[in-house]
């Protein structure tokens, strides 16, 4: 079975500072992940995954994270908050060969000016 | 390329009352979900299907219905209307593997 902590529901940080949301996994398998951002009132955008080949991986909007099996850990980073990553964002974890996500419960980032 | 397209993008409903979501996606992905969003829970996986004519229970299969005529569509089905049943509901569509999953913009569903 495969599941997701997200360990913050909220984070807030000030414009122009790191951004670090946690989130750790359980799998069976080797596992896809993804974190994915929701604007309010909008849909959901991928903003990057993990399948498998490089532990460090980049996304959109300077996002990355970093994937530690040691850890089960897939911690979303971003060295400058910016006044629009003011959203909330999901960890999602998918068994590779499953497409069923399991999604984490969310963690509402605000930005203070 | 429209992606995923559902309709309505809101409904109000009556207790006891039955409506369809619809779902379409022209990305010709096989595999295609229903997902509720609920404050505080993420998002819970209702049905899914690997193809048409295939379908399966997710998480909270409970008071909807869901059919694969074609690879295009995926109408989810409430059968009587429930308060509980007040959520945001999202559709997705995907390539099989573990790949990208494509989000609608969501249903938002009001039971009153």
């Known amino acids: 079975a495969q599941s997701v902590t997200q360990l913050d529901s909220h984070v807030s940080v000030s414009e122009g500072t790191p951004v670090l949301l946690r989130c750790n996994y359980s799998?069976?398998?080797?596992?896809?992940l993804f974190w994915y951002v929701q604007h309010p009132n909008k849909g959901l955008q991928l903003l990057l995954k993990y399948t498998s080949a490089a532990t460090l991986v980049k996304g959109i909007n300077g996002f990355e994270a970093e994937f530690k099996k040691s850890e089960t850990s897939f911690h979303l980073t971003k060295p400058s908050a910016h006044m629009s990553d003011a959203a909330e964002y999901f960890c999602?974890?998918?068994?590779?060969?499953?497409?069923?996500?399991?999604f984490g419960t969310g963690t509402r980032l605000t930005i203070i000016p | 390329n429209a992606g995923v397209t559902q309709t309505p993008k809101f409904q109000v409903l009556k207790t006891g009352q039955s409506m369809t979501l619809q779902c379409a996606q022209d990305m010709n992905h096989e595999y295609m979900s229903w997902y509720r969003q609920d404050p505080g829970m993420g998002l819970r996986l209702i049905h899914y299907s690997v193809g048409a004519g295939i379908t399966d229970q997710g998480e909270v299969p409970n008071g909807y219905n869901v059919s694969r005529s074609t690879t295009e569509d995926f109408p989810l089905r409430l059968l009587s209307a429930a308060p509980s049943q007040t959520s945001v509901y999202f559709c997705a569509s995907s390539t099989r593997g573990g790949t990208e999953a494509f989000f609608g913009q969501g249903t938002r569903l009001t039971v009153v």
């Open positions: 999602v974890v998918s068994e590779l060969g499953n497409e069923k996500l399991t």
């Open positions: 799998s069976s398998y080797s596992p896809s």
